[in-house]
């Protein structure tokens, strides 16, 4: 076994990070352009 349990928990440590830094800049790209980011995608909420 090559992966140490410190080398795998560095790897998941920098998986998590990487995930989560993508997840704040998606969330921050939707809330900056607003509920309309996507000028394609169908309204939700209208009737």
Known sequence: TFMTGS???????????LI???????V???VLHGPDYRKDA?????K
């Open 7 to 17: 080398a795998a928990q560095q790897f998941i440590c920098g998986a998590g990070a």
């Open 42 to 46: 169908p309204p939700k909420d209208e």
């Open 28 to 30: 921050g790209f939707k």
């Open 20 to 26: 989560g830094t993508m997840v704040l800049l998606i």
